[in-house]
C-alpha cells in the first residue's frame, strides 16, 4: 500500500508530504469539511499507508498551514472558519522578506476596504452581532492596550468574513495575525485608543446602514490614521523605517 501511494506520485515525496496529500485530497473531495474531525490516529495511517510518526509530522505541517487543528482528549479537526498561517510561519515570514510597515498597510488598505465594502451589502445579523461586540469590547479596554488590541484584530476578522468571500476573510486573517505580531509589544505606548474605537464604531455603524460607500470610506480613513499612528508608536517616521528597513536601496 506504501508502495503503491508513493508510487503514483514524485518518488521524492515524504511520508509526512503523503499525509499531506492525502488529506488534502480528501479535502478536495469533499471527504473532509469544515469542522470536521479526522479518524482515528491508527486507522488514518492505515489508509494512507505510513507510520503513526510519519502521521504526526505529516499533521503538523497541516497544522502549520492552518488547515487544521489539535482539541486536546478530543482529536483533529479541519479548521471551521478561515484558514490561517500559525505565528511562526508568520513571523519567519515577515523577517525573510523583510515586511515594512507601509508594506503591511498598503496590503491592508486594499484587501480591507473592499471587504468593509462588501460586508455592508452581505453581512448577517449574526455577523453584525459579532462586531457589535468587538466594537463594545474596545471601548470597555480602552485602559488595557493589549486586550483592546485583540479586539480590534477580532473586529477586521469579522468584518472580513461579513463579506462573504472566503478568500478575502483568509487573506485579511492572515494579516489580521502579522498584525498582531507586529503590534503587540508596542501597543502599549498608544494614546490614541478611544479614537481608534470611535472610528472602528464609526465603520460598524456604516456596515449596519448598509451604507456601501460610507462603509468603504470609513475603513479606508481608519487605516490610514492607523498606519500614522502605529508609525508613531514604534518611534519613526514611516519614510524613516522604509529607508532603514530597505537600506540603500
Not at 511520508?15 to 474531525?37: F, S, T
Not at 460586508?119 to 474596545?138: D, K, L, R
Not at 480590534?152 to 478568500?167: E, I, L, M, T
Amino acid at each position: 500500500m506504501t508502495g503503491k501511494t508513493s508510487g503514483s506520485r514524485s518518488n521524492g515525496n515524504t511520508a509526512g508530504g503523503r499525509v499531506v496529500e492525502y488529506v488534502l485530497k480528501m479535502i478536495e473531495a469533499g471527504r473532509l469539511r469544515p469542522g470536521d474531525r479526522l479518524p482515528p490516529e491508527r486507522d488514518l495511517a492505515d489508509q494512507v499507508g505510513v507510520s503513526r510518526a510519519s502521521l504526526r509530522s505529516g499533521i503538523r505541517s497541516l497544522q502549520a498551514m492552518g488547515v487544521m487543528h489539535a482539541r486536546q482528549g478530543s482529536g483533529t479537526y479541519i479548521v471551521a472558519g478561515p484558514p490561517r498561517l500559525g505565528e511562526g510561519p508568520l513571523r519567519f515570514l515577515a523577517a525573510l522578506h523583510g515586511f515594512t510597515h507601509d508594506q503591511i498597510f498598503e496590503a491592508r488598505s486594499v484587501l480591507e476596504v473592499g471587504a468593509t465594502y462588501l460586508a455592508a451589502a452581505n453581512s448577517t445579523p449574526e455577523q453584525m452581532a459579532a462586531m457589535a461586540a468587538e466594537v463594545a469590547g474596545m471601548f470597555a479596554s480602552i485602559d488595557n492596550p493589549k486586550e483592546y488590541l485583540l479586539h480590534d484584530v477580532q473586529f477586521h476578522r469579522a468584518v472580513a468574513a461579513a463579506s462573504q468571500n472566503p478568500v478575502l476573510a483568509t487573506l485579511v486573517d492572515t494579516l489580521a495575525q502579522l498584525v498582531w505580531e507586529t503590534r503587540r509589544e508596542t501597543v502599549v505606548q498608544s494614546t490614541n485608543l478611544k479614537e481608534s474605537a470611535e472610528m472602528h464604531r464609526r465603520i460598524y455603524r456604516a456596515i449596519r446602514a448598509r451604507d456601501v460607500e460610507r462603509a468603504r470610506r470609513e475603513m479606508a480613513e481608519h487605516l490610514e490614521k492607523a498606519r500614522k499612528a502605529q508609525a508613531s508608536e514604534s518611534g519613526s517616521s514611516p519614510t524613516r523605517r522604509r529607508r532603514r528597513e530597505g537600506g540603500a536601496r
